[in-house]
């Protein structure tokens, strides 16, 4: 529950955006286009389930449409109502700015728990939900994009793409009308991934400039350094999971909706995941200390908190309490307007949302490419690059044969250089690329401007001012 006095999640957004605003030079009329969320669509559905008329409310919000299409998940929870969904859609407009992913802002929502649900109702309330959404063009390859978000997954994004095709059976385009597709129904390999592994690279990129580790009072690499993640979700359990296993970070404490695990030592994140398939929840998992009281352990001391579940969680309540330098914020707005003053007056860094999350529309927008050119990424060129490859490989053969015990190749270079790059490879690279100068964009502002001291600020103005130069291309 919000404490007394804490904005709701829009107004949280908006306080954000206004403090960036605040330091640039936009007319006071284009600054107001900006910011407002330009339509809010509103649909109640009737489905007969169990031998019953069951209503749902869902949402679909376009906040910005100086590119189109729109794009931004669709979220399945109870919380969801016409605050959240426009907060999210305005999130959307600058993050796909911030990492130039050609789209506008937009976000859905169904206000359910999926969980109460079994699969075969599931997939007719998504489809009666898409339908609606498909006859007003709110779900169209060139007019509004949806990918998954809480709640939802490959499983879903395949039954709206489904039921697109079925409402518009001679478009050409018909797959690119969702991302987030299983890879057999138009998907990309890596999609599913693609957030967590966004965080990763994230990390990866703070932690190769000594000056903003400093900031956050830390040293070193990624290698041991203590996590605590909230929420192992899609999102938290790949980013919690690449890191413990390629950067050797050490995930200390792990939260879910029944509670903490906490272990000083580490905690095996696979294990975790596995447990929590198995069991639902974290509780009576056997390797580690469960806290009841899981929100607490946000507090506990360590080098990064990775929230990753929803909304709001640190707030003007625990934000004083929360002990790590650096926050990366892998959910959409996890700290509250109100938080990110507490936190920034203590020197902590938080590393925003709008940046942190962006891997998944990033690969969501390679995969819509994808969709549209009707081929995989890497079918060309693959084993022409491999072809060429050999030839070098041969040459440096020929050396080894002559220079003897004076050179020899490393053992497994010839494998690794004779490997074409696959789907999976370039889209991998395409987002370590995309992540990498998006940072750069923003610590550029973060140290060039004495009036900005934080990466959420820097990050608004790098995003609103592309936003205003497609608005004035548009001649408004
Ligand atoms: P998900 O449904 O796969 O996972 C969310 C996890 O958080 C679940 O394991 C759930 O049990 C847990 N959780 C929910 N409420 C909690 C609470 N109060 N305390 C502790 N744990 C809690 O969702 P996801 O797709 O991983 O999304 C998580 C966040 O990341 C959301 O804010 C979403 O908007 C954002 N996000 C997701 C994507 C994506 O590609 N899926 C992209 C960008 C941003």
């Known amino acids: 529950m919000r404490p007394p006095k804490e904005p709701t999640f829009r107004e949280s957004v908006d306080m954000m955006f206004n403090r960036a605003v605040a330091l640039m030079d936009l007319s006071p009329g284009l600054e107001e286009k900006i910011r407002v969320c330009n339509s809010t669509y509103t649909v109640r559905f009737g489905v007969r389930l169990r031998g019953q008329i069951f209503t749902f409310t869902g949402y679909r919000s376009n906040h910005s449409e100086h590119m189109e299409p729109v794009k931004g998940g669709i979220r399945y929870a109870l919380s969801v109502d016409q605050d959240e969904v426009e907060a999210l859609s305005a999130l959307m407009t600058f993050k796909c700015a911030l990492v130039e992913a050609p789209f506008g802002g937009s976000k859905g929502g169904?206000?359910?728990?999926?969980?109460?649900?079994?699969?075969?109702?599931?997939?007719?309330?998504?489809?009666?939900?898409?339908?609606?959404?498909?006859?007003?063009?709110?779900?169209?390859?060139?007019?509004?994009?949806?990918?998954?978000?809480?709640?939802?997954?490959?499983?879903?994004?395949?039954?709206?793409?489904?039921?697109?095709?079925?409402?518009?059976?001679?478009?050409?385009?018909?797959?690119?009308?969702?991302?987030?597709?299983?890879?057999?129904?138009?998907?990309?390999?890596?999609?599913?991934?693609?957030?967590?592994?966004?965080?990763?690279?994230?990390?990866?990129?703070?932690?190769?400039?000594?000056?903003?580790?400093?900031?956050?009072?830390?040293?070193?690499?990624?290698?041991?350094?203590?996590?605590?993640?909230?929420?192992?979700?899609?999102?938290?359990?790949?980013?919690?999971?690449?890191?413990?296993?390629?950067?050797?970070?050490?995930?200390?404490?792990?939260?879910?909706?029944?509670?903490?695990?906490?272990?000083?030592?580490?905690?095996?994140?696979?294990?975790?995941?596995?447990?929590?398939?198995?069991?639902?929840?974290?509780?009576?998992y056997p390797d580690a200390a469960h806290h009841a009281e899981g929100a607490a352990v946000m507090e506990e001391a360590c080098d990064i908190l990775i929230p990753a579940a929803m909304e709001g969680v640190i707030n003007m309540g625990n934000a004083d309490r929360i002990k790590a330098p650096l926050i990366i914020e892998a959910a959409n707005g996890p700290v509250t307007a109100g938080a990110d003053d507490i936190l920034r007056k203590k020197g902590t860094v938080i590393i925003p949302d709008m940046y942190a999350n962006a891997g998944g529309v990033t690969v969501s927008y390679f995969e819509w490419v994808k969709n549209l050119s009707h081929i995989r990424f890497g079918r060309m060129q693959r084993r022409q690059e491999e072809a060429r490859h050999e030839l070098i490989v041969k040459e440096l053969e020929r050396l080894d044969h002559y220079l003897g015990d004076k050179w020899s190749m490393t053992p497994d270079f010839k494998e690794k250089y004779l490997r074409g790059a696959g789907e999976l490879e370039l889209v991998r690279s395409g987002l370590d690329d995309t992540m990498r100068i998006a940072y750069q964009s923003m610590r550029e502002v973060w140290h060039g401007r004495e009036d900005v001291d934080d990466l959420r600020t820097a990050a608004y103005l790098v995003s609103i001012s592309k936003v205003a130069a497609s608005y004035q291309a548009k001649g408004l």
Request: hydrophobic share 40%; glycine share 12%.
């Open 110 to 284: 169904l206000c359910i728990d999926p969980t109460q649900w079994e699969v075969h109702e599931l997939e007719q309330i998504t489809r009666r939900f898409a339908f609606e959404l498909i006859k007003r063009d709110l779900i169209h390859p060139s007019q509004n994009v949806p990918a998954p978000d809480m709640g939802t997954g490959e499983r879903e994004m395949a039954w709206i793409a489904d039921q697109y095709a079925r409402m518009n059976t001679t478009d050409i385009n018909a797959k690119a009308c969702v991302t987030g597709k299983p890879l057999n129904a138009g998907g990309i390999a890596g999609r599913v991934e693609a957030t967590g592994r966004g965080v990763q690279y994230a990390l990866r990129e703070f932690f190769r400039h000594p000056e903003d580790i400093a900031k956050a009072g830390l040293k070193g690499t990624l290698d041991g350094k203590k996590v605590i993640v909230q929420g192992l979700g899609n999102v938290g359990y790949h980013a919690a999971k690449f890191l413990s296993e390629e950067d050797g970070c050490k995930i200390i404490g792990i939260i879910e909706r029944d509670g903490a695990l906490f272990d000083e030592n580490g905690i095996d994140v696979e294990n975790v995941r596995q447990w929590i398939i198995k069991h639902g929840g974290v509780s009576g």
